[in-house]
């Protein structure tokens, strides 16, 4: 099993900047790739940023320039830095990982998600 802990979500005025964190646990094996999706209230759940254990980055469009993601392999753990933020970035934005557990098959996990407010 694979347990993922979303944090850093809040409240935050417009132009304002949050980091919201994902911890990877359990008994992993491998860690491929993670992410970050978002939903709104009303809407489907859209991708945010993605990226690979290799590094490689992937932004859907809205979000060039304006959130970064990272990873740090040793801790199991993808950050997404978000700048300039704007009321439409408003939503529970959830962690996925595609990772493996010890004997398991490769197998994509979600976290519970974190709220993101962004509101004056």
């Known amino acids: 099993q694979v347990q993922l802990v979303e944090s850093g979500g809040g409240l935050v005025q417009p132009g304002g900047s949050l980091r919201l964190s994902c911890a990877a646990s359990g008994n992993i094996f491998v860690i491929y790739a993670m992410g970050w999706y978002r939903q709104a209230p009303g809407k489907q759940r859209e991708l945010v940023a993605a990226?690979?254990?290799?590094?490689?980055?992937t932004y859907a469009n809205s979000m060039k320039g304006r959130f970064t993601i990272s990873i740090d392999n040793a801790k199991n753990t993808t950050y997404l830095q978000m700048n300039s933020l704007k009321p439409e970035d408003s939503a529970v934005y959830y962690c996925?990982?595609?990772?493996?557990?010890?004997?398991?098959?490769?197998?994509?996990?979600w976290g519970q998600g974190t709220q993101v407010t962004v509101s004056s």
């Open positions: 996925n990982a595609d990772a493996a557990s010890v004997g398991g098959s490769l197998l994509i996990w």
């Open positions: 990226i690979t254990g290799a590094g490689t980055p």
